[in-house]
């Protein structure tokens, strides 16, 4: 239908300059959290960090096959070949198995494989329960195999991603990712919502705000990828020419939800297996009063009760708090 070609195109190209503005937002995202990370002095965060800077290198070199594997593809479409015999639908159709394409679904599987393990290890830190990812870590094994099957599908000549065979296996695949992904998010959700109740009864809303406030949860839970993938997945099963739209913007939060995550680990702020439970936060709360008695100091009238009383109470609590991936730095307040 032209008509749901030119939505196809016109969201297509609203989706590439979208991916050129998300992926500046990333390249910036990256140079800070690698900044931070090479100018770590503490030894104890060595490893970890060495980790995080792997998975951020690996998020950032599998969005840029992905952006430019896109661009590639709508510079072919529309200036290259513009005169196609029936026009850009009919190239859409023709070429949407071409070998950069398919090279492009392999990074964007790859992207959702390091995204989606680095949530689980997240949901593993609020949580510290293993049975709890039973059920995630399944889906994440099966998002494994159908990624696998719909980089193989829509390599094969002629297949269009869009339609046919190709699309039932990728909306099987998205269908399972998301699912995994909704059910990581409202598992990091509904665990930091447990302990923010906790944490400002004890420390105060502000303390609890640090780790458990709109930032903190639509980081945490990577909201972002997560709304982003069910939209996806709702125009993709209803056909819509506006997939492709919801498609590429799920596929740049897919890194750049990650990358957020791994600031806010680096920076210390993201919520630690140091304060996973309020018994440990309850551990870390101490009261004490001290009641010293003295003697009028030489000068000093008698009041005429005898000696004088002086009664100090001294409240302080200690927050143990992440300092980068690993270790702990303690804060006092007196």
């Given at each position: 239908m032209p008509h749901a070609n030119a939505i196809f195109q016109n969201?297509?190209?609203?989706?590439?300059?979208?991916?050129?503005?998300?992926?500046?937002?990333?390249?910036?995202?990256?140079?800070?959290?690698?900044?931070?990370?090479?100018?770590?002095?503490?030894?104890r965060n060595t490893?970890?960090?060495?980790?995080?800077?792997l998975l951020s290198t690996g998020l950032l070199l599998m969005i840029t096959v992905y952006v430019a594997v896109q661009a590639l593809f709508g510079e072919e479409m529309w200036i290259i070949h513009a005169d196609y015999p029936g026009g850009s639908a009919a190239y859409q159709a023709d070429h949407a198995a071409v070998?950069?394409?398919?090279?492009?679904?392999?990074?964007?599987?790859?992207?959702?494989?390091?995204?989606?393990?680095?949530?689980?290890?997240?949901?593993?830190?609020?949580?510290?329960?293993?049975?709890?990812?039973?059920?995630p870590l399944s889906l994440y094994l099966i998002t494994f195999g159908l990624g696998l099957a719909m980089c193989i599908v829509s390599s094969i000549p002629h297949s269009n991603f869009f339609t046919g065979a190709s699309q039932h296996v990728a909306l099987s695949y998205a269908t399972v990712v998301i699912s995994l992904n909704f059910t990581l998010s409202s598992l990091i959700c509904g665990r930091l919502l447990y302990h923010a109740h906790g944490v400002e009864h004890l420390l105060g809303r502000d303390v609890a705000q640090k780790y458990t406030g709109a930032v903190a949860l639509i980081v945490e839970a990577a909201l972002p990828y997560t709304l982003f993938g069910i939209a996806y997945v709702i125009t993709l099963g209803l056909h819509s020419p506006t997939t492709i739209l919801f498609m590429s913007l799920?596929?740049?939060?897919?890194?750049?939800?990650?990358?957020?995550?791994?600031?806010?680990?680096?920076l210390g702020r993201?919520?630690?297996?140091?304060?996973?439970?309020?018994?440990?936060?309850?551990?870390?709360?101490?009261?004490?009063?001290?009641?010293?008695?003295?003697?009028p100091e030489e000068g000093v009238p008698d009041s005429g009760l005898g000696s004088v009383v002086s009664v100090e109470k001294k409240h302080s609590y200690r927050w143990s708090r992440s300092s980068g991936a690993s270790?702990?730095?303690t804060v006092g307040v007196v």
């Open positions: 969201c297509f190209y609203v989706a590439n300059m979208l991916n050129g503005i998300l992926y500046g937002v990333e390249l910036v995202l990256y140079a800070v959290s690698t900044s931070i990370m090479l100018n770590n002095k503490d030894e490893r970890s960090y060495r980790l995080f800077l070998w950069y394409e398919t090279l492009g679904s392999v990074a964007s599987v790859a992207l959702n494989l390091i995204s989606d393990g680095l949530l689980l290890y997240r949901c593993y830190v609020v949580w510290t329960d293993r049975r709890v990812l039973i059920f799920y596929v740049m939060f897919t890194c750049i939800s990650p990358q957020l995550i791994i600031i806010r680990v680096v993201s919520f630690s297996l140091e304060n996973n439970s309020t018994s440990q936060l309850s551990s870390n709360v101490h009261f004490t009063t001290s009641i010293s008695t003295s003697t270790g702990s730095s």
